[in-house]
């Protein structure tokens, strides 16, 4: 193996530029394409939320199978870099062409042009995915080295989401404004296309950067997982599975959250500047969740000493009341979002805490599952995560659909005549009430199911953790 040099500064910063571009494009999609479809363009939701589930099961089976492709690949470039670039490149055309759906097609048209943009969007992002995070052995030493360019680009990553959390409705509402938009409806239809356009453009060139100042210096083996392996692993490990299901449990309320909290602002708190307070809230939500992480979490570990566990019984206790505290003030005259950002801190900041901790949990159960079956199943376990959390994804986004439809929720429903419009002052009394029921009982059931599962299931406590790696690390010496 050719011996690899320290890493550079450009290097590093080439890559953490192509997680900002991937991520940004995977927050569009994650955060918009639902809104997109059923609130602006008058998909019915139920097709949607069908569409989102399915494609994101389909895209979870995907996963190995691009992981197997990617292994295979031998060029001159690399492995790694060739499918990272053309990945990104369809990625980037199969963006802007979701995002710029035709207005004169009829409902069926354009249900079929949201199933067939959407589940290509996600076979294209995942030929791109895949290959970035798995290149990081071909250009860089162990140990710290490795440890330290995964953490940059994960912090990278959450930055590309943020930017997408922040400037979208604003962005959208100025291009669709500058570009023709004469009424509200429109302004957003141009407006997506446009900003869309700008993003796909972003990404291609954060890409392009990184695969040009990041060299693959040597050939490795990559390895890759099957489906019925990830399944194997996880009936054989009672630890892993403990996990997983609190992992979906955990993953599932923040995505019901995350899918209507856009109309909880549009159509409930209102305003004809309902975006405005709708970014607001989600920089101080994005601020929040990071700030969790990188303090909130330590203090509670280090400075107060408490173990992982009670971390995450805290964190649930928080997550509840978050959204208690915002049930109740729903029902309140919500005339200022700062006395919404109270609820707020409570959910945002869970999300970040719980972020660390389903990781920490996860990396636990590889130790035991080594030392009750004998074997290693670290990269299984990590791949379960990813597979977890998007069936969680395609379920929430399911249940918002259902949500939406029965509440008849739909800006294409809504006669629009100015550019500005209260859209709050259409939606009955009953669909508000079932919209704040929605995203704030069913995550509250939920979060009160993990933590009720895991206090009984769970039993990796910290002591118990460092007696299994002492046995573990016995077991390797001896062999």
Same mark, same amino acid.
């Given at each position: 193996?050719?011996?690899?040099?320290?890493?550079?500064?450009?290097?590093?910063?080439?890559?953490?530029?192509?997680?900002?571009?991937?991520?940004?494009?995977?927050?569009?999609?994650?955060?918009?394409?639902?809104?997109?479809?059923?609130?602006?363009?008058?998909?019915?939701?139920?097709?949607?939320?069908?569409? !989102?589930?399915?494609?994101?099961?389909?895209?979870?089976?995907?996963?190995?199978?691009?992981?197997?492709?990617?292994?295979?690949?031998?060029?001159?470039?690399?492995?790694?870099?060739?499918?990272? !670039?053309?990945?990104?490149?369809?990625?980037?055309?199969?963006?802007?062409?979701?995002?710029?759906?035709?207005?004169?097609? %009829?409902?069926?048209?354009?249900?079929?042009?949201?199933?067939?943009?959407?589940?290509?969007?996600?076979?294209?992002?995942?030929?791109?995915?895949?290959?970035?995070?798995?290149?990081?052995?071909?250009?860089?030493?162990?140990?710290?080295?490795?440890?330290?360019?995964?953490?940059?680009?994960?912090?990278?990553?959450?930055?590309?989401?943020?930017?997408?959390?922040?400037?979208?409705?604003?962005?959208?509402?100025? !291009?669709?404004?500058?570009?023709?938009?004469?009424?509200?409806?429109?302004?957003?239809?141009?407006?997506?296309?446009?900003?869309?356009?700008?993003?796909?453009?972003?990404?291609?060139?954060?890409?392009?950067?990184?695969?040009?100042?990041?060299?693959?210096?040597? $050939?490795?083996?990559?390895?890759?997982?099957?489906?019925?392996?990830?399944?194997?692993?996880?009936?054989?490990? %009672?630890?892993?599975?403990?996990?997983?299901? $609190?992992?979906?449990?955990?993953?599932?309320? *923040?995505?019901?959250?995350?899918?209507?909290?856009?109309?909880?602002?549009?159509? %409930?708190?209102?305003?004809?500047?309902?975006?405005?307070?709708?970014?607001?809230?989600?920089?101080?939500?994005?601020?929040?969740?990071?700030?969790?992480?990188?303090?909130?979490?330590?203090?509670?570990?280090?400075?107060?000493?408490? &173990?992982?566990?009670?971390?995450?019984?805290?964190?649930?206790?928080?997550?509840?009341?978050?959204?208690?505290?915002?049930?109740?003030? &729903?029902?309140?005259?919500?005339?200022?979002?700062?006395?919404?950002?109270?609820?707020?801190?409570?959910?945002?900041?869970?999300?970040?805490?719980?972020?660390?901790?389903?990781?920490?949990?996860?990396?636990?159960?590889?130790?035991?599952?080594?030392?009750?079956?004998?074997?290693?199943?670290? &990269?299984?376990?990590?791949?379960?995560?990813?597979?977890?959390?998007?069936?969680?994804?395609?379920?929430?986004?399911?249940?918002?659909?259902?949500?939406?439809?029965?509440?008849?929720?739909?800006?294409?429903?809504?006669?629009?005549?100015?550019?500005?419009? %209260?859209?709050?002052?259409?939606?009955?009394?009953?669909?508000?009430?079932? !919209?704040?029921?929605?995203?704030?009982?069913?995550?509250?059931?939920? *979060?009160?199911?993990?933590?009720?599962?895991?206090?009984?299931?769970?039993?990796? $406590?910290?002591?118990?953790?460092?007696?299994?790696?002492?046995?573990?690390?016995?077991?390797?010496?001896?062999?």
């Amino acid at each position: 193996m050719e011996q690899k040099q320290k890493l550079t500064g450009k290097a590093k910063f080439s890559y953490a530029l192509g997680a900002v571009g991937k991520d940004m494009v995977y927050m569009l999609s994650a955060s918009y394409v639902l809104y997109y479809f059923q609130d602006i363009m008058g998909v019915s939701a139920i097709a949607m939320g069908t569409i !989102l589930l399915i494609a994101r099961v389909f895209d979870a089976f995907n996963d190995p199978i691009m992981g197997v492709i990617v292994a295979k690949t031998k060029t001159k470039w690399g492995k790694f870099r060739p499918w990272l !670039l053309i990945g990104t490149l369809t990625n980037a055309v199969v963006l802007y062409l979701m995002f710029a759906a035709p207005p004169t097609l %009829d409902a069926g048209g354009l249900t079929a042009y949201a199933a067939v943009t959407y589940i290509l969007w996600g076979v294209t992002y995942t030929m791109m995915d895949i290959p970035y995070w798995s290149m990081i052995p071909a250009f860089t030493e162990g140990g710290k080295e490795r440890e330290g360019l995964t953490t940059l680009a994960r912090s990278a990553a959450g930055v590309g989401s943020a930017i997408i959390t922040i400037i979208t409705l604003i962005s959208v509402h100025w !291009l669709g404004e500058r570009f023709g938009g004469t009424n509200a409806r429109m302004i957003e239809i141009i407006g997506f296309k446009y900003f869309s356009l700008v993003i796909a453009a972003l990404f291609v060139l954060f890409t392009v950067i990184t695969c040009v100042n990041v060299k693959e210096k040597s $050939t490795v083996e990559m390895e890759t997982v099957s489906v019925g392996r990830m399944f194997k692993a996880l009936v054989q490990n %009672d630890q892993a599975m403990t996990v997983t299901i $609190t992992i979906v449990l955990v993953n599932g309320a *923040l995505y019901i959250t995350s899918n209507l909290v856009l109309y909880f602002f549009k159509y %409930d708190f209102g305003g004809t500047g309902w975006y405005g307070s709708y970014t607001l809230f989600s920089t101080f939500g994005g601020g929040i969740q990071i700030l969790s992480m990188m303090l909130l979490y330590p203090l509670l570990r280090n400075m107060l000493g408490l &173990s992982n566990t009670r971390i995450f019984y805290v964190s649930m206790g928080m997550g509840a009341v978050g959204y208690a505290v915002l049930l109740a003030l &729903s029902f309140t005259n919500m005339s200022s979002v700062i006395l919404l950002c109270i609820p707020g801190f409570f959910i945002f900041a869970t999300n970040g805490v719980n972020s660390i901790l389903t990781t920490v949990f996860l990396a636990n159960t590889v130790d035991y599952g080594e030392l009750k079956n004998n074997r290693r199943d670290e &990269s299984v376990i990590f791949s379960m995560q990813t597979f977890v959390v998007k069936l969680a994804s395609g379920v929430a986004a399911f249940i918002a659909s259902i949500c939406l439809q029965i509440n008849r929720l739909s800006n294409a429903a809504v006669s629009e005549a100015d550019k500005l419009v %209260d859209f709050s002052a259409s939606v009955s009394a009953s669909a508000k009430v079932g !919209l704040r029921m929605t995203m704030t009982v069913i995550p509250i059931v939920m *979060l009160v199911a993990a933590f009720l599962w895991f206090r009984r299931k769970y039993v990796l $406590t910290d002591e118990k953790v460092e007696e299994i790696a002492a046995k573990v690390k016995l077991l390797h010496k001896e062999k």
